[in-house]
């Protein structure tokens, strides 16, 4: 034995508990609607890069609007001790950083110039505060369903009021003094408005329900093709529970926006993005709050008028989606059917009398085999067979008038679908 070498036993790692969706998330910029229901631009300097100078940068928001957590890239002073002091929204505001920069922008460029040198020392980096600037932002709840959890994330709904550019990074946000959590944010140009999830709300539950309908509402027949006109309608129906007995929610419900269908209720959301609408519905504390969306979209289909039977056309017609001409033009179709069927029919009949024949034809030839050829009984036999072998040549005739009469009426039924145009 090796007693020299020390001997480990391996510990297994068990994961801290913890609730999905936390990560910061950078969310779209949007546009609000006016009145009329017209986007309304919310980047006045869309499109233009924002550039910092130097080796890094930080921003903070200490006099956002009351009731708002507090954003910033400070960290908590620590006492004597080592324990965390409780800061105020004051102490965080006056915690910031001067800010060491001046904004201006050159042509189509917003930059940071530094108002004073800087000296980096060799093998050295610094961080240097570039804006320091109160901004507006609103506390709200923020619900995804593609984010599959069962609770909203916590965020806030800034607006970029300090005439400067937002450059993209990671925030701090404190609440009433304490640590809430981290968020991120991508370029804000001046006068925009982003979205920031730092938490997941647990005192909100969230249930959704989803339903859809199809209506045929037109039918029509265009050159043999059945043409129908259907509203598809998907509502999604969520139910938001806070079960906050002191503080209401505003929540914002970001929806996926599908390409084609129309938004009927609500009749607009209070902002779009390219990719979802999103919606304010509030909740009282403590309360239960159901909110719908109805979206529909109109599409037209082709399909093979054969595919269809009367009956099917007939209900359309209560409904009012099909007119008595498309009734009248599928009767005829039915009656054209009607004949083909018949041919087919008389053709059948025809080949199970063939078959009947052939089977009694080799009954009577096993019994003649075995009989004497100069009985009545054989002559009986000969009898029966040379009758059958005539109704065999004019079975053969008639299944093939049979074949004609049905290949004229397919011909018939065709030339009238490929001629057919009714609405």
């Known amino acids: 034995?090796?007693?020299?070498?020390?001997?480990?036993?391996?510990?297994?790692?068990?994961?801290?508990?913890?609730?999905?969706?936390?990560?910061?998330?950078?969310?779209?910029?949007?546009?609000?609607?006016?009145?009329?229901?017209?986007?309304?631009?919310?980047?006045?300097?869309?499109?233009?890069?924002?550039?910092?100078?130097?080796?890094?940068?930080?921003?903070?928001?200490?006099?956002?609007?009351?009731?708002?957590?507090?954003?910033?890239?400070?960290?908590?002073?620590?006492?004597?001790s080592g324990a965390p002091e409780p800061l105020s929204s004051e102490d965080l505001a006056n915690y910031a950083a001067r800010s060491q920069a001046a904004a201006m922008e050159v042509g189509e460029v917003f930059q940071f110039q530094l108002e004073a040198p800087v000296t980096v020392e060799r093998q050295r980096s610094a961080m240097l505060p570039i804006l320091s600037a109160g901004i507006e932002g609103k506390r709200v709840s923020i619900f995804n369903p593609a984010d599959g959890g069962t609770h909203p994330m916590r965020g806030v709904w800034i607006t970029n009021t300090s005439n400067m550019q937002l450059m993209p990074g990671p925030i701090s946000v404190f609440d009433s003094g304490a640590y809430a959590g981290d968020a991120q944010i991508g370029h804000v140009p001046a006068g925009d408005r982003r979205l920031l999830s730092y938490a997941v709300d647990l005192d909100v539950d969230v249930t959704t329900n989803y339903t859809s309908s199809m209506d045929v509402r037109k039918v029509k027949v265009v050159k043999g093709v059945l043409e129908m006109t259907t509203l598809s309608r998907q509502t999604r129906r969520y139910d938001f529970t806070n079960k906050d007995a002191a503080r209401d929610r505003l929540i914002v419900v970001e929806h996926p926006r599908s390409d084609g269908w129309t938004l009927k209720q609500p009749e607009k959301p209070?902002?779009?993005?390219?990719?979802?609408?999103?919606?304010?519905?509030?909740?009282?504390?403590?309360?239960?709050?159901?909110?719908?969306?109805?979206?529909?979209?109109?599409?037209?289909?082709?399909?093979?008028?054969?595919?269809?039977?009367?009956?099917?056309?007939?209900?359309?017609?209560?409904?009012g989606a099909a007119s008595e001409k498309v009734v009248e033009a599928f009767r005829e179709v039915y009656k054209k059917q009607g004949e083909i069927r018949e041919q087919q029919e008389r053709m059948g009949q025809l080949e199970r009398e063939r078959e009947k024949i052939a089977q009694d034809q080799d009954r009577i030839?096993?019994?003649?085999?075995?009989?004497?050829?100069?009985?009545?009984?054989?002559?009986?036999?000969?009898?029966?067979?040379?009758?059958?072998?005539?109704?065999?040549?004019?079975?053969?005739?008639?299944?093939?008038?049979?074949?004609?009469?049905?290949?004229?009426?397919?011909?018939?039924?065709?030339?009238?679908?490929?001629?057919l145009s009714v609405e």
């Open 1 to 80: 034995m090796d007693l020299y070498e020390p001997l480990y036993v391996a510990r297994p790692d068990v994961p801290v508990p913890t609730v999905p969706g936390v990560a910061p998330r950078a969310y779209e910029g949007g546009a609000e609607r006016d009145a009329a229901g017209k986007v309304a631009a919310q980047q006045p300097k869309a499109g233009r890069p924002a550039r910092g100078v130097g080796g890094g940068g930080s921003f903070g928001a200490p006099d956002a609007a009351p009731g708002a957590p507090m954003m910033t890239t400070g960290r908590m002073e620590m006492a004597e």
């Open 270 to 319: 209070a902002e779009q993005s390219a990719q979802t609408y999103r919606f304010e519905v509030e909740v009282a504390a403590g309360a239960t709050k159901p909110f719908e969306i109805v979206e529909e979209i109109v599409s037209t289909s082709g399909y093979g008028v054969l595919g269809y039977n009367l009956e099917t056309i007939m209900s359309y017609s209560q409904t």
């Open 365 to 419: 030839r096993q019994n003649m085999n075995s009989i004497d050829r100069n009985s009545d009984l054989y002559r009986r036999y000969m009898t029966k067979f040379t009758e059958q072998e005539s109704r065999l040549e004019t079975i053969a005739q008639e299944t093939t008038q049979a074949q004609k009469a049905r290949d004229e009426a397919q011909a018939r039924l065709d030339a009238f679908i490929a001629d």
